[in-house]
Each structure stands twice: as C-alpha cells, then as structure tokens.
C-alpha cells in the first residue's frame, strides 16, 4: 500500500514578519537561487519567433474543454460529417440514374419525335402541293369558259 505524505514548502511555514502597518516586508532575491532557467531570459519575447499554425494552437486549446463538452462537440461533428457524407453520396447515385435514364430513353424519344415531325410536315407540303395544282386546274377551265362567254356576247 502506497502512503502519500505531505511535504509543506518553508516559505508557507514560516510566516513572514510583518511591519508597524502590517505590511509584508519585500522578499528577498537570495531565497530563490534555483530560478534561473531558460525559460526566464530578460529578453522581451516576440509573437514572430513562434511557428505556430492555427491547427497547432486549436489542438492546444483541446484541454480547456472538459471532456464532457469535447465528446458531445465529437459526436455532433461526426453526426453531421456522415449526414453530408451519405446524402453526396446518394444525390450522386440519384443524378447517374436520372442521367443515364435520360439519355436511354429520352435521347431515342426526341429523335422518333423529331422524325415524325418531319413526316408530318412533308405530308403537309405534298397536300398544299395537290391542293395548289387542281385549284389552278381548276381556275384555269373556269378562266377559259368566261372568256368563251364573253366573246359570245
């Protein structure tokens, strides 16, 4: 079994002495020797030495969210990705099949129409063409019987 103990820093142990206005007597630089690390430079920092990129930074910021949130965050997402992967996939197998009907059976239709109507408007013309030549039959022997009959009179 493992006993965890408690080890109290010396600065919180002691209490340090206070002034005539209660006032906490300024600490000493000698106390903290071990300080001196690389992460403490007197140089300002810069934002431009960091090559950070957003994704680097949105990553970082994973453990402020309590797990909680993040598992509702990552079903929501998932949810959403598989809704709008399945309906892409799906409306593209819907427009192939509408696509390819289209060209099977429309396509041959137009042209059987197309024909047909140029069928019809040759039986038209040849109808106008008939009816044409016996109306100047027609008006050519009315033409010459009333000049007969105008010269008889």
Request: charged share 30%.
């Amino acid at each position: 079994m493992v006993r965890l103990e408690e080890v109290e820093d010396e600065a919180f142990v002691d209490k340090p002495a206070s002034t005539k206005d209660d006032a906490l007597l300024m600490d000493d630089d000698a106390d903290y020797t071990d300080t001196d690390s690389e992460i403490s430079d007197d140089e300002p920092v810069d934002d431009d030495d960091y090559d950070e990129s957003l994704y680097d930074r949105i990553t970082a910021l994973k453990d402020i969210v309590p797990p909680q949130a993040r598992a509702r965050l990552s079903s929501v997402a998932n949810t959403a990705y598989n809704a709008a992967s399945s309906t892409v996939s799906y409306g593209g197998k819907g427009l192939w099949v509408i696509c390819t009907s289209v060209l099977l059976l429309g396509l041959p239709y137009a042209l059987a129409f197309q024909d047909e109507q140029m069928v019809q408007e040759e039986e038209r013309q040849r109808q106008l063409m008939t009816e044409g030549a016996s109306g100047m039959m027609s008006a050519g022997g009315e033409g010459q019987g009333q000049g007969q009959a105008k010269a008889a009179l």
